[in-house]
Nanobody, 125 residues
């Protein structure tokens, strides 16, 4: 049974930083591209970032480019999202996702087979 468990969310002031972690189990981690989506209150879920199975290639939404960094540690079956220069508009529930296409990066929700339960990030102004 595949499980993705996010951690690291919380309340932070604008301009601050947080690092989200996602621990994966029940899958061959390096065979999956990993990513993060987020959903703010009253808004649709949106793509944030993704990373290939070997960690060599990453892709970001324009709204977070230059502020967020996605990375992974395959020996620990963990993917991270380092979030710097946070803004109130980054407030959302952040979801970890996995796609059984290690070399392809997609921004389409339906192409990710597995989802975590989400972790709340709140940025105060």
């Amino acid at each position: 049974q595949v499980q993705l468990v996010e951690s690291g969310g919380g309340l932070v002031q604008a301009g601050g930083s947080l690092r989200l972690s996602c621990a994966a189990s029940g899958l061959t981690f390096s065979r999956y591209a990993m990513g993060w989506f987020r959903q703010a209150p009253g808004k649709e879920r949106e793509f944030v970032a993704s990373i290939t199975g070997n960690g060599d290639t990453t892709y970001y939404a324009d709204s977070v480019k230059g502020r967020f960094t996605i990375s992974r540690h395959n020996a620990k079956n963990t993917v991270y999202l380092q979030m710097n220069s946070l803004k109130p508009e980054d407030t959302a529930v952040y979801y970890c996702v996995a796609d059984f296409s290690a070399w392809a990066l997609t921004t389409t929700q339906n192409e990710y087979e597995y989802w975590g339960q989400g972790t709340q990030v709140t940025v105060s102004s």
